[in-house]
Each structure stands twice: as C-alpha cells, then as structure tokens.
C-alpha cells in the first residue's frame, strides 16, 4: 500500500510534461521515454515556417531601408538644386542692379527751347544772322549789303577751362525753335585769307540760350558748357547745313542733355570780283531735324518683390526637404529598432 501511494504521488507532482500521461511509470520503460521527448521537440515543419517568416520580415525591413536611403538621397539633390537655384537668383539680381537696361522712348514737340549756339569766329568776321522759313536761304548779294541781323546775340569773353592763359571770343546767337514751320539760322562770316593750309570755324550748341541771359557770370558759363558739350566745326568756302536733334537721358539722379547733329556740305561758286575774292566766306545753316526729342532712361529691371517671393519659394522648399529627410531617418532608425527587437525575441 505504502509502495502504491508513493508512485501515486511523484505522479501527480510531475504532470504532463507533454500533451498526454506518462502511462505506466513503473515500469521504467526506456522506449516510452525516449518516444514522449520526440513527441515534446518541435517538428521540422515547424522549423521551415519560423525561418520564412524570418527571411519575408528581413526582406521587408531591407526594402524599406533601402527606400529610405533613396528617398533621402532624393531630397539631398533636391536641396542641392534649391541652394544653387537661391544663388542664381542673387546673383542674377545684383548684375541687373548694377547694370540697368537703356530704355529709348521719343517725345513729339510742337517746338524746342531756343538753344543756344557759340561760335568762335576767331579773325573772322559775322556778316549776317537771320531767321528763315520753309529751307528758304535767299541768294547771297554784295558784301556791302549784307547787314541782316534780326537774330539775337551775345558775345563773351573768357578762359578756357583747360588753361586758364587761354582767352576766347564767342558769339553766342539764339537758334531756331519753331521746328513745324522748318524755321533755320543762317550764318556768315568772312575773313582774309591767310597762309594756313585749312580753314575753319568752331562752334558748340548748348541746351538754352535764356540760360546764358539768366546767368550772372556769363563767363564761367561759358567755361561749363565747353565742359560738358562737344564742339564741332565748318569750313570756309562751303555751305554747311547742320540738321540738329535732342538726346535727354536720365540716369541715377541726374539728368544731362545732349545735341546730335547731321550735316551736309555744298560747294559754295565765288562768283565775286576778283578783287573782293581776297577774302573767304563761311557759311552755315542750323535746323531741326524733326520735332522729336529722345528721352534716354536707365531702368533697373531687377524686380525686387519678384526675388524676394523666389527665395521665400526656395526656402519653405528647403525647410519642407529637411523636415522629410528628418522624419524618413527617424523612420529608419526605428525600423532598425524593431528588427533588433524581433531578432533579440527570436533568439531569447
């Protein structure tokens, strides 16, 4: 009894080691052990399975990694364009600040200001000033006859603005305005013939005549104007038709005036007396050409607004490729995690 009780006993205390009893225990029978152990150890199915499983979770986890890397990779380029893209767009703007566009635009006039036109006759003598209309220069007469002067002149002396031991003589005379009715000046001068080789007479055409009546120093007005206007000239023996235009162009903050000038040359036929051809005749015609003025502009093309909203484009770009960059390597790393996680359960 004692023998049965205790068999009973070490039965219950060990259980089921596996899925059924043990059976007859007494009997210690090595086969029935060794069978109940095979019973309890893993089938190999059950082995292929897990390893599948393993191999599809790792393969997940590489192609998800791999995806990342490029998406990363992606947005690197993309941040690369951007930052060259912000750099062009500076520079761009710089070279259009710094080197503005010519903008040519022309302005029709019913007349001009009266200009004003200083002629250095030297040794020369001024014969006749006179206005005309409609290209009508009358024909020329006796020397002693010619005492029209019906135009309005003033005359200066001063030094050049170059040295001042230079001393010059100008004629300044008022030059046409009404440029509908073609009205014209007409020159001429005379002076005797000297051994020089050429001939000449020089003059400028400033922008207005009433500048000179209105200047207290006349003299050190005449001295800016050789400054800041071009001189020309015209010969003895031709007539010299010089057909005038108004350039205006406005820059950074100031604003200057300059003549054009197109002229054409005429023989002039001496038809004097021998004895009066001793001395030598200029002449000169000044006209409008027509009744435009060109006004000359310096635009900045750079558009500051337009730079401004291209940059704030390209940073909200940036921005926005680093924030995905951020979360896409957080997202990697805790992927990265659970791997470790489930290869970590897998081996406990």
Known sequence: MLRR????????????????????????????VEQDQASCDPSPDENVVDNNLMTIGFNKACVKNVFTVILVLIYLLLTTVA????????????????????SVSYKEVEEFAAPGIALYPGKAQLLSCMHHYHDNVPPLVALDRLKGRNCIKEEVIFHGPYSNQTQKQAIVVRGPTDVR?????????????????????????????????????KAAFMMDCERNYSMWTFSGGFRTWVK?????????????????QESNVVKYIDKRPPQEQASELFFAVFQWRDPFIQQVKDIVTANPWNTIAILCGVFMALFKAADFAKLSIKWMIKIRKRAKIRELNQIS
């Open 5 to 32: 009780d205790a068999s009973r006993s070490y039965q219950e205390f060990n259980g089921e080691d596996c899925a059924g009893p043990l059976g007859s225990y007494q009997n210690n029978d090595v086969s029935e």
């Open 83 to 102: 930052v060259f893209l912000a750099y062009q767009t500076i520079s761009d703007f710089m070279e259009k600040l710094n080197h503005p566009v010519m």
């Open 181 to 217: 009715n073609r009205e014209l000046l007409f020159l001429q001068f005379s002076r005797n013939k000297t051994e020089e080789d050429f001939s000449a007479i020089s003059y400028m055409i400033f922008a207005k005549f009433s500048d000179l009546l209105e200047s207290s120093d």
């Open 244 to 260: 005038m235009s108004l350039v205006r162009t406005t820059g950074r903050g100031n604003e200057s005036v300059e003549f054009r």
